[in-house]
């Protein structure tokens, strides 16, 4: 019988700079977050605003008690919490194939309820009916309340790192190999169980992919109904390639880095092609902790959306010309993207040629 100590060894050695890296990085990525918005705003003059008046803007702000208050907004919180519990029963309520993960380290499989692609579909057509019923003015919501969310969206990555950290001290637990090295920051950060769960809910996984991802897409139409409100109904045509890059960009994610289960078992691969994302290293080897609960929630849906925000107050027409131009160039830099990408899952599934030459000598 394998005992504890061989199982879940204690971590040797320390990334991103160790404990002090850790701390660093958890202040911050909120900061950053913050900053971003507050840089990059049509309150603060610009992106950025004049050089020469960040200094003074920044101690104004942080020895205001009115500014701290500023960054709570109830309403946003509720909304916040509504839309994370709309996933929540998506990934409960739609259907999905439940799919085994990698081997882990005591044996065992994990299985995963593959429905993220659903769960984006339904939110798009939840959304376009919305804009149908009640205008562009059904989402600038978003806009209006952005400091607010991003706010709830760290309290939430906070909240879950937390948890998890705590429930990782539990007795049976399957610990990741980087995030044991006894040190609170750096494996609080770093995150100490490899797969935390509620039942049959695997936190890492459903973060991943649903909360924070679907909602940058989401973010993005809010930006485009705002854009759209101030232009008497019509949107920017660089506001419009935006939205489609990065909403393809998303679904392209859920649907191929999921869907991919369906591809037959490999000839000479020992286990069933996995989806991609269950062989990406977020899922097979780190554990869950802020860097991924605050990535996942927060850095994602409210920095990745910077451009579609910035569009709203700086309406940039590009042309027919440079619109082509643009759609061409992130044309190329796609088929790079998704043909490495798919190199890579082939590759971890045994179907690549190299990795093949490789099993072969081997």
């Given amino acids: 019988m394998t005992t504890v100590s061989k199982l879940n060894p204690r971590t040797q050695h320390y990334e991103f700079g160790g404990p002090f890296g850790a701390a660093f990085v958890t202040l911050s990525v909120p900061i950053t977050t913050y900053a971003l918005y507050f840089g990059c705003s049509e309150t603060s003059g ?9 200094p003074i803007y920044f101690i104004n702000a942080i020895t205001s008690l009115d500014w701290w208050k500023s960054l709570w907004d109830t309403e946003a919180f509720l909304a916040y919490l509504a839309w994370y519990t709309f996933t929540v029963v998506a990934w409960y309520v739609l259907p999905g194939d439940w799919i085994e993960g990698v081997p882990l380290r005591d044996g065992t499989k994990k299985k995963y309820k593959i429905n993220a692609f ?51 001290f539990e007795e049976g637990k399957l610990l990741a190999l980087g995030g044991n090295s006894g040190n609170l920051i750096y494996d609080f950060y770093i995150g100490r169980e490899l797969n935390p769960s509620i039942g049959s809910f695997d936190i890492k996984s459903f973060n991943e992919l649903r909360p924070g991802l679907i909602l940058w897409a989401l973010i993005d139409i809010a930006m485009a109904c705002e854009q759209a409100t101030r232009l008497g109904g019509k949107i920017t045509d660089s506001m419009l390639l935006v939205l489609i890059f990065q909403i393809w960009y998303i679904g392209d994610g859920l649907y191929n880095e999921v869907y991919t289960s369906f591809i037959p078992t490999s000839p000479i691969a020992e286990n069933p092609i996995q989806p991609a994302i269950f062989t990406t290293m977020d899922i097979t080897t780190d554990g869950f902790g802020f860097m991924l609960s605050i990535g996942d929630l927060a850095w994602v849906p409210m920095v990745y959306s910077l451009q579609a925000r910035y569009l709203v107050f700086n309406q940039v027409e590009l042309g027919t010309y440079l619109s082509l131009a643009v759609f061409v160039l992130h044309g190329a830099g796609y088929y790079i993207f998704r043909s490495a990408n798919g190199e890579k899952n082939d590759f971890r599934n045994g179907r690549n040629p190299k990795s093949m030459a490789f099993l072969l000598i081997t």
């Fill in 46 to 54: 610009g992106c950025p605003p004049p050089l020469s008046d960040i």
């Fill in 118 to 168: 659903s769960t984006f579909l339904l939110t798009l057509g939840l959304a376009a009916g919305a804009i149908l019923r009640f205008g562009p003015t059904a989402l600038t919501f978003v806009y209006e309340h952005w400091i607010g969310l991003t706010t709830s969206s760290i309290i939430m990555a906070t909240v879950q790192a937390i948890y998890v950290y705590v429930a990782s």
